[in-house]
């Protein structure tokens, strides 16, 4: 992490106030966020689903190719059997690749490999494009001296030397590892895991990474938890069906992913324990005499302002007070990783409240939100802004503060007494461009010719209202079917809406309406909704959004937005 990042993170009380625009206490409208009155208790919903069915297991998202260039699959052919054994393993150099002792043991010590591979850059779904395979032989394989088979508890590691190096291209790139300085837990951070175990070929799925204390209570009396491990929430994210033993832990940060873990132990997925993971961090000594890997340093002055600035971001995570297992205030975001999000600030003439939503940077100079949101009378605004490129509450180093009017607001007319939710969709017109750079840039739109639904893909939400800035959930997009009838007889799902499913991902208690649901593709980052229906995080009820493809006409008379054939 830069020092000039780490040190704005610690400067969180600064408050800027540019081009005229008023920053002063806000409250939120009532009528932006409806009051769900719930059908049941959430102990009589979560226990009466989870007697039905597990309904936080998936099999996770399908990946595209070069999602996840780093993933290996390791095959061995034991001589005294007729089928492979596989595992999963990270390629952390181009000579090596590392994963669980439990994968090679048996088969390194009693000479039983006839031959073996790993491939890599492969979606393992039957097309060859990107893949690579490169042999290696028992004599390649190192195992912890203390790892004792076929105990999975303790020193369940080896690394992997290939035959040949790897040939790096989109497809295929090494992971890097945390610094030598990085002391972080990774507690309360998104953790991503690959697997291709099953179905489908190579998938993935995100789980909030958990602390080892809450993890040894969850586990017990299954298995101990120890320094050496680290855990995935199954609640936060779901119960992931195609995780192998070996596969990656990564996170994100403002440098790129980081492999902070791989999977060494795997409960059945009708079960909603933990998943363990090997901690990289603890066997970095380890993993350097074994590999030809070298770990980062970081001067001592730097690393100190890291450790505050990430004790920063985690000391304010646990906000939620609910008793749902599902309930979450999500990730903090870094700097930069949302740069199309915008807060909105309404005030009114007529009335003391700061209306505040979400909006998204769709042109230079035009936000895309909710009718709810901007459905006033021109002449009854006294001040309106956006805030763009900000993630931390009152740290300005990247924000621009963008002012427009009531005449630059634009809803849907058939919103206007309409059944709630319906043609819910509005626009902004700022008063100059906003300025692109690292951290505000625009989010693309489907193109004309995209008939895609999006339905099982992952779904990325973004909201402000934190108290310590900008946060982000991840959960499954649903069939409208499915979102309707899981949603009924609260309200009605239309060829207008796209929902996400709440037991995929978790209940996101800080979104926000007006904010962006995005989807990726082999492309990037794609705006598919607009937040329209925000459920209480108590209740496991499916969010509902604004399908942007229903409004492309729309939204193309509205601004200046050029969509694609």
């Known amino acids: 992490m830069k020092v000039s990042v780490a040190v704005v993170v610690l400067s969180t009380l600064c408050v800027s106030a540019l081009g005229g625009v008023v920053l002063e206490d806000v409250e939120r409208a009532s009528d932006i966020i409806p009051d769900i009155e719930p059908l049941e208790s959430p102990d009589e919903q979560q226990s009466r689903n989870e007697e039905e069915e597990n309904k936080l297991l998936t099999y996770g998202y399908l990946a595209f190719s070069g999602q996840f260039p780093y993933h290996a699959e390791v095959r061995i052919k034991p001589k005294s059997l007729t089928y492979f054994h596989t595992c999963a393993g990270s390629l952390i150099t181009l000579k090596y690749i590392l994963t669980t002792a439990a994968c090679l043991y048996p088969w390194v010590h009693e000479d039983n490999i006839e031959y073996a591979f790993v491939t890599l850059g492969s979606l393992f779904d039957d097309n060859p494009q990107g893949d690579q395979r490169i042999n290696f032989t028992g004599n390649e394989i190192k195992t912890h001296p203390f790892y004792e088979y076929p105990n999975y508890e303790l020193y369940n590691i080896a690394t992997i030397r ?149 004790l920063s971001f985690s000391v304010i995570v646990v906000l939620a007070q609910s008793q749902n297992r599902l309930s979450t205030d999500g990730y903090l975001a870094f700097p930069g990783q949302f740069p199309y999000h915008a807060e909105l600030r309404i005030k009114p003439k007529n009335n003391n409240n700061v209306r505040t939503c979400g909006g998204i940077l769709i042109t230079q100079r035009f936000l895309l939100t909710t009718a709810a949101c901007v459905r006033y009378e021109p002449n009854n605004i006294e001040y309106a802004y956006a805030t763009l490129g900000s993630v931390v509450n009152g740290d300005t180093q990247w924000q621009q503060h963008i002012n427009f009017t009531g005449n630059g607001m634009r809803y849907h007319l058939s919103s206007v007494g309409a059944m709630y939710g319906h043609y819910d969709i509005g626009t902004i017109g700022l008063e100059r461009p906003a300025t692109l750079n690292q951290y505000v840039q625009l989010i693309r739109l489907p193109r004309l010719s995209d008939t895609r639904t999006f339905a099982m893909m992952e779904g990325t939400a973004a909201s402000g209202r934190g108290g310590d800035g900008l946060r982000y959930l991840r959960n499954q997009v649903m069939t409208n079917e499915d979102c309707h009838q899981a949603i009924q007889p609260l309200y009605n799902i239309s060829d207008q809406h796209i929902c996400t499913d709440t037991w995929k991902g978790g209940a996101f208690c800080l979104r926000n309406t007006g904010s962006a649901l995005t989807v990726v593709d082999e492309n990037g980052p794609l705006l598919v909704g607009v937040g329209n229906l925000i459920v209480h995080c108590d209740y496991n009820y499916p969010i509902r959004h604004m399908r942007v493809s229903y409004f492309l006409e729309w939204i193309q008379l509205y601004s200046d937005y050029k969509f694609e054939p």
């Open 162 to 310: 290939l035959d040949c190096p790897a040939t790096p291209n989109k497809y295929v790139q090494p992971i890097r590892m945390p610094r030598i300085s990085d002391f972080r837990t990774y507690e309360m951070m998104e953790g991503t895991a690959t697997g291709a175990a099953f179905v489908g070929g190579l998938k993935y799925l995100r789980n909030q990474v958990m602390s080892n204390a809450d993890c040894q209570q969850e586990i017990l009396p299954a298995y101990i938890i120890s320094a050496q491990h680290l855990c995935t929430n199954s609640y936060i994210g779901g119960v992931f069906c195609n995780r192998e033993y070996g596969s990656s832990l990564t996170i994100e940060d403002e440098n790129g992913r980081v492999l902070v873990g791989f999977t060494d132990h795997v409960f059945g997925c009708s079960s909603n324990y933990p998943t363990r993971h090997v901690r990289i961090s603890y066997f970095r000594d380890w993993i350097q005499m074994n590999s030809d890997y070298v770990f980062e340093l970081m001067k001592a002055s730097i690393a100190v302002v890291v450790c505050f600035a990430a």
